[in-house]
C-alpha cells in the first residue's frame, strides 16, 4: 500500500469556540497548531479562518493569506484551502480564496446537501457560550442549504483549472459519487480525483463502517479503482479513529482534526490537532503502514508544488 496521507483540519467552520478551549481562532494560533500537526505527521493541513476577535468563521482573504504566507514561510505541508465558505456567502464568494491564492490544493463540495449543527444547541445553556454569535449561528444551520449545484461546480472547476489548483472532492453521500461520474463522463473533471469520503454529518451519509465500504465499492463501480485516491472523515468520537483506521487498512487515506472531532478518548478533549494525528500516525504504524510525508504526499496526489501559489 502507498504510504498514509494524513490530513488535518485544524478548526473548520462548523466547531464553536465554546465546544473546546483549544480551538484554534486567530491566525497565529492556527499558523502554530498547522506546525505543530505536520510535526506529528500530517502531510496536509485543511484551513478555514475567523475572525481573531471574535473566533466566527470568516472568509476575508486577507485573513486566509496571513495564515497560508504564515505556514509556508515556517513548513512544507501542504496546505488545503477551503472552498466551504461559511453560511450566507455566494458559491462566487466562497470560490474567491482559488484565484486570489492559487494554492496547491482547496476542497471542492460535489453535491448540495443539508449542513447542520443545530442539535448542539441543546447541549448549552445561554450562560455558557464563550461568544455571543454561536447560539444563533448553531441554530441558523437548521436552514441553512448548502450550496453546490451542477453550474456551481462547473464554475468552480474552472477556475481550479485555470489556477492549477488541486480539488480535494468532498463527498458527503453516496450520490455525491454519481455527481462526479456524470461529471467525470461530461469531461468537467478529470481522473485521476482524490477524494474524501465525509461521514456523520448532519444531512449527509452516517459515519460507520457499511457507509464507507459502500462508497468505497461504489466509487469501484463506477470510477474504477485505478482512477481516484481516496481519504476518510469520520465526523465524531469514536468515529474519527474508528474509520481512520478502517482508511488506513482499506489503502484510503484519512483525516482528523478539530473541525471533525474534538476528543482524543471518550470524553477527554485533544489539547491539540496535533494529538489526533499522532493518535493516527501511531495507529498506522502499528498497522505496518507508513507515514508519508508532505512531499510524498505532492507526488501521489500530483500537486504543482508549494512554489507556485500566490501567498
Ligand atoms: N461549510 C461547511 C458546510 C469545506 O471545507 O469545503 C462545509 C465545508 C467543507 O466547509
Ligand atoms: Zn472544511
Aim: proline share 5%.
Amino acid at each position: 500500500m502507498e504510504k498514509l496521507i494524513i490530513t488535518a483540519a485544524l478548526t473548520g467552520n462548523i466547531t464553536l469556540p465554546t465546544q473546546t478551549p483549544h480551538l484554534p481562532l486567530t491566525p497565529q494560533q492556527i499558523i502554530d497548531e498547522a506546525l505543530r500537526a505536520a510535526n506529528a505527521g500530517a502531510a496536509s493541513v485543511h484551513i478555514h479562518a475567523r475572525d481573531p476577535r471574535t473566533g466566527r468563521p470568516t472568509t476575508d482573504p486577507a485573513v486566509f493569506r496571513e495564515i497560508a504566507a504564515g505556514i509556508k514561510a515556517r513548513s512544507n505541508v501542504i496546505v488545503c484551502i477551503t472552498t466551504g465558505g461559511t453560511a450566507y456567502m455566494t458559491p462566487e464568494e466562497r470560490a474567491q480564496v482559488v484565484p486570489t491564492l492559487k494554492p496547491e490544493l482547496a476542497t471542492f463540495n460535489m453535491g448540495t446537501i443539508n449542513f447542520s449543527i443545530h442539535p448542539i444547541t441543546d447541549r448549552y445553556k445561554d450562560g455558557d457560550y464563550k461568544f455571543h454569535w454561536e447560539k444563533e449561528f448553531a441554530i441558523n444551520t437548521k436552514d441553512f442549504i448548502f450550496r453546490n449545484t451542477f453550474g456551481d461546480i462547473e464554475k468552480l472547476m474552472q477556475m481550479m483549472k485555470e489556477n492549477n489548483t488541486k480539488p480535494e472532492l468532498e463527498l458527503y453521500d453516496v450520490g455525491h459519487l454519481y455527481n462526479l461520474n456524470f461529471l467525470v463522463r461530461r469531461n468537467i473533471i478529470k481522473f485521476p480525483v482524490w477524494l474524501q469520503f465525509v461521514t456523520g454529518i448532519l444531512g449527509g451519509i452516517g459515519a460507520n463502517v457499511d457507509e464507507v465500504v459502500h462508497m468505497k465499492q461504489t466509487a469501484d463501480r463506477l470510477l474504477g479503482s485505478n482512477n481516484y485516491i481516496w481519504s476518510v472523515i469520520g465526523t465524531g468520537y469514536p468515529a474519527e479513529f474508528n474509520l481512520a483506521t478502517l482508511g488506513i487498512m482499506m489503502g484510503g487515506h484519512a483525516r482528523v482534526g478539530f473541525e471533525d472531532n474534538i476528543f482524543i478518548e471518550k470524553g477527554v478533549l485533544a489539547k491539540s490537532n496535533a494529538e489526533l494525528v499522532e493518535k493516527v500516525a501511531r495507529i498506522a504504524r502499528e498497522l505496518g503502514r507508513e507515514v508519508a510525508t508532505a512531499d510524498e504526499a505532492r507526488k501521489i496526489l500530483g500537486l504543482k508544488g508549494k512554489d507556485k501559489v500566490n501567498y
